[in-house]
């Protein structure tokens, strides 16, 4: 795995020191995240930020060093309440590998195979019935994040995403991991986006 994405990891909290470059599958599975990640655009809405601030807005008031610490360990401990947010993820997919469990649970529950459509993954990997490693989920489209651990490009392998609705019939390029990763905020900027919006639009404080 490269040392970009490794990096990428390091700065959005991520701890990679058991990390030793055996094989991308041992690789991804060794990373640990102990909160959520937020994309960029999660600028764009600031999701619950406002019901943060009405519902702290005393402690606002009387030490604003204690609010921001509270606001930060709020939205990023291990929770799952719908701020747009991804959890990270990494564990074995194997929906296209006959005799495991993810073969039997899938196909009789999610999989047409007359709808499955792997084109864009059969462009990275020669494996025509790949494993996965899942390596986010989400609550938009599409909500789980993937990565064919048959990818040629072991070193900064593709990232694909599907939705347990159109599993695998509607399928998105998300690029490179490593550009995957720096879609997402370190803790540092995601304080600055919302302590910026809180002192500019909070005019009752």
Known sequence: ?????????????????HVKGISLQEDLAAITFKHP???????????????????????????????????????????EIPYGQAFFRNFLFTPFSEGTFDFEEWNDLF????EVDLTEILKISTDPRPDFMVI?????????????????????????GTDHEVFFSELTNEGSLADFFKRFLSK?????????????????K
């Open 37 to 79: 990640l937020y994309p960029d655009h999660y600028r764009d809405e600031l999701f619950g930020a406002d019901q943060f601030y009405e519902e702290n807005k005393q402690l606002y008031k009387d030490n604003k060093q204690d609010f921001y610490k509270k606001l930060m360990e709020h939205f990023f401990s291990d929770h």
């Open 1 to 17: 795995m490269k040392e970009e994405i490794l990096n990428q990891i390091k700065r959005l909290g991520g701890n990679t020191d």
């Open 111 to 114: 999989i047409d195979e007359e």
């Open 136 to 160: 986010t989920s989400s609550y938009g489209f599409p909500d789980q994040y993937y990565i064919c651990l048959s990818d040629r490009n072991q070193e900064n392998p593709t990232v694909f």
């Open 188 to 204: 540092d900027d995601f304080l600055k986006i919302v302590e910026n919006y809180i002192e500019r639009e909070k005019t009752d």
